[in-house]
């Protein structure tokens, strides 16, 4: 069944915002059989020789086409993401058809499934981010570039510091319209997450802005899409949806100027049972809201 919700107002729950916002019900046939398309899980690619099983393949229009987790190991025995098999390594294809590889050493893994094609440094090719997990120190974001057809570590975040301590990205963009990409992860998503921004700076990522309170993952799930980007206010930074620590609450997030302000906050329906999505349904030019909970998928039209 599709259900589109109608909310009356969501105020802003920061003292400082003033700006309300409506959440109207959007409940055409049209727009639900979109919304659910959308949700439904694609066709599952063949995966290369050599891959993690369960690795989603990443493509691009750059100079990387295809981008995918290799090297299958049981060597850290986490199993955050439903079994204890992680990445020993990553592939790339190159627009010419060459692979380009990485290999870790026996110290790490990529304790991911979804290698990410981002631009990070504004100089028009993709870089790959992946989440990086030491045996003895914990996940660590990590930003992969393509040098002379080979893959290479290009910059990292501090890792959290202690072992089976986890992060799962958001996803990057100027989310405080300084000018300069950020990337944003939630550390440790299932005991009190923190939603962490990065800007990569030389050989390392940096913390940048913060926030407690959030989680975009649940415990042995292989779903990782728990959160979208979108400018929800129209000011022309990238802002979040995102749950909550206990994934009870969604939330409509800004750190535009540097500063953290709610636009809203909803409880759920009921358990999460799809990725949340942020895109144009209506063509109106402002992001829906789309996601499936308590069996039904629900559609969020945002005005302000």
């Known amino acids: 069944m599709v259900r589109s919700i109608l909310v009356a107002i969501a105020i802003l729950?920061?003292?400082m915002a003033a700006t309300a916002f409506e959440i109207k019900t959007l409940s055409s046939p049209e727009m639900s059989a979109k919304a659910t398309a959308l949700l439904a899980a694609p066709p599952r690619a063949v995966v290369p020789a050599?891959?993690?099983p369960d690795t989603e393949i990443a493509t691009g229009s750059g100079h990387i086409r295809k981008v995918w987790l290799t090297d299958p190991t049981d060597r850290y025995g986490h199993g955050?993401?439903?079994?204890?098999i992680e990445a020993g390594g990553i592939a790339a294809e190159l627009t010419d058809g060459t692979i380009a590889r990485l290999k870790l050493d026996t110290r790490s893994v990529f304790e991911d499934r979804v290698p990410r094609l981002?631009?990070?440094?504004?100089?028009?090719?993709?870089?790959?981010?992946?989440?990086?997990?030491y045996?003895?120190?914990?996940?660590?974001?990590?930003?992969?570039?393509?040098?002379?057809?080979k893959l290479t570590i290009a910059a990292m975040a501090r890792p959290i510091g202690i072992p089976n301590r986890w992060l799962n990205p958001v996803g990057?963009?100027?989310?405080?319209?300084?000018?300069?990409?950020?990337?944003a992860v939630v550390i440790t998503p299932h005991i009190g997450g923190t939603l962490q921004l990065y800007e990569w700076r030389g050989d390392k990522l940096i913390e940048d802005h913060a926030k407690h309170g959030f989680s975009n993952h649940a415990m042995g799930s292989r779903q990782l899409g728990l959160s979208?980007?979108?400018?929800?206010?129209?000011?022309?930074v990238t802002d979040i949806v995102i749950p909550d620590a206990g994934r009870g609450e969604l939330i409509g997030l800004t750190f535009a100027g540097g500063t953290y302000?709610?636009?809203?906050?909803?409880?759920?329906?009921?358990r999460l049972g799809s990725a949340i999505m942020a895109t144009d349904l209506t063509g109106n030019g402002r992001a829906e809201i789309i996601y499936r909970a308590g069996g039904d998928v629900i559609v969020l039209g945002i005005t302000r």
Request: glycine residues 18%.
């Open 261 to 270: 302000k709610e636009f809203f906050r909803r409880r759920l329906e009921g």
């Open 80 to 84: 955050v993401l439903g079994d204890a």
């Open 118 to 133: 981002i631009d990070m440094n504004g100089d028009g090719g993709d870089e790959i981010l992946v989440v990086r997990s």
């Open 228 to 236: 979208a980007m979108a400018d929800l206010n129209g000011d022309g």
């Open 172 to 183: 990057a963009a100027d989310f405080d319209g300084d000018g300069r990409m950020e990337a």
């Open 50 to 52: 050599g891959a993690l």
């Open 135 to 149: 045996l003895d120190a914990g996940a660590a974001l990590s930003v992969i570039e393509e040098r002379g057809g």
């Open 13 to 15: 729950t920061q003292p």
